[in-house]
């Protein structure tokens, strides 16, 4: 079974990088056919999928956000990050991250970013 675990700060400033990352348990994120992706909740809004790295690194991005994001990895933690720049408050939800791969799909449980001076 796929686990992931997000980490990073729960409190960002207006104008600065955020910056997540997700570490990957019961599975390589080198592995074929897996996909990792960034999905964050704002405060009573849908799901918004950010982007996503592929097994073999290439990345695709949601065309509103492609401009501000980021997303790399690190194959010998088996995690993968997030960086989105120039945030604003807008920017504020809960930030997921999750795998498809397998046949199957796992969900971190999210952690909750602020944007605030």
């Known amino acids: 079974q796929v686990q992931l675990q997000e980490s990073g700060p729960g409190l960002v400033k207006p104008s600065q990088t955020l910056s997540l990352t997700c570490t990957v348990s019961?599975?390589?994120?080198?592995?074929?056919?897996?996909?990792w992706s960034w999905i964050r909740q704002p405060p009573g809004k849908g799901l918004e999928w950010m982007g996503t790295?592929?097994?073999?690194?290439?990345?695709n991005y949601s065309p509103s956000l492609k401009s501000r994001t980021s997303i790399s990895r690190d194959t010998s933690k088996n995690q993968f990050t997030l960086q989105l720049s120039s945030v604003t408050p807008e920017d504020t939800a809960v930030y997921y991250c999750?795998?498809?791969?397998?046949?199957?799909?796992?969900w971190g449980q999210g952690t909750q970013v602020t944007v605030s001076s």
């Open positions: 790295i592929a097994y073999s690194g290439s990345t």
């Open positions: 999750a795998t498809v791969g397998g046949g199957a799909g796992s």
């Open positions: 019961g599975a390589s994120i080198t592995t074929n056919y897996y996909y």
